[in-house]
T-cell receptor
Framework: DTEVTQTPKHLVMGMTNKKSLKCEQH?????MYWYKQKAKKPPELMFV???????INESVPSRFSPECPNSSLLNLHLHALQPEDSALYLC??????????????FGNGTRLTVT | GNSVTQMEGPVTLSEEAFLTINCTYT??????LFWYVQYPGEGLQLLLK?????DKGSNKGFEATYRKETTSFHLEKGSVQVSDSAVYFC????????????FGKGTLLTVNP
């Protein structure tokens, strides 16, 4: 069982909808991440939070809005998405953001379909 | 910049065959190296890691040795099982104040009974 929990597992939304993806970890990790993965491709980094502050935004369109309410929770708010945004969205966490001895722990992802 | 090159798949093997998936990298400094595995319908799981030259990472019968002289981190397993069917990603991180993992493109492994 993964120690990073993502909800929902599947989400279908229209282009005018507003929805949120949720991620939770209780390992005491202080860095949390959102990745986007298209079929047959490696994950692409979207956002990194370190100690609840946004430290990396990989030029993600503003229709994706991350939020880190506390050190255990990470949300991704979605609004006015496009069909090409359909993908698997993965949350990950690590002990800290340096990564040298702190590998990522991934959740099982939310499969998002935009219609 | 950093980059990871791994052998393109798909790789199809019979059960109990020997597995090698090649991975080479380009990086500044002294990166940490990882193999992640993604089973169908799941997220990525860390399979093994190595943080310095000549380190050998191992887990579940898989091994990889950090070779600085050849900038390689090839994944091997002596006898694969059907349950090893998955996508394998080689990755590196060169550290710093912000964490950014560089992934290879992934190799799909299918093991037939």
């Amino acid at each position: 069982d993964t120690e990073v929990t993502q909800t929902p597992k599947h989400l279908v939304m229209g282009m005018t909808n507003k929805k949120s993806l949720k991620c939770e970890q209780h390992m005491g990790h202080r860095a949390m991440y959102w990745y986007k993965q298209k079929a047959k491709k490696p994950p692409e980094l979207m956002f990194v939070y370190s100690y609840e502050k946004l430290s990396i935004n990989e030029s993600v369109p503003s229709r994706f809005s991350p939020e880190c309410p506390n050190s255990s929770l990470l949300n991704l708010h979605l609004h006015a998405l496009q069909p090409e945004d359909s993908a698997l969205y993965l949350c990950a966490s690590s002990l800290d953001a340096t990564g040298l001895n702190s590998p990522l722990h991934f959740g099982n992802g939310t499969r998002l379909t935009v219609t | 910049g950093n980059s990871v090159t791994q052998m393109e798949g798909p790789v199809t093997l019979s059960e109990e065959a020997f597995l090698t998936i090649n991975c080479t990298y380009t990086a500044t400094g002294y990166p940490s190296l990882f193999w992640y595995v993604q089973y169908p319908g799941e997220g990525l799981q860390l399979l093994l890691k190595a943080t310095k030259a000549d380190d050998k990472g191992s887990n579940k019968g898989f091994e990889a040795t950090y070779r600085k002289e050849t900038t390689s981190f090839h994944l091997e397993k002596g006898s694969v099982q059907v349950s090893d069917s998955a996508v394998y990603f080689c990755a590196l991180n060169s550290g710093g104040s912000n964490y950014k993992l560089t992934f290879g493109k992934g190799t799909l492994l299918t093991v037939n009974p």
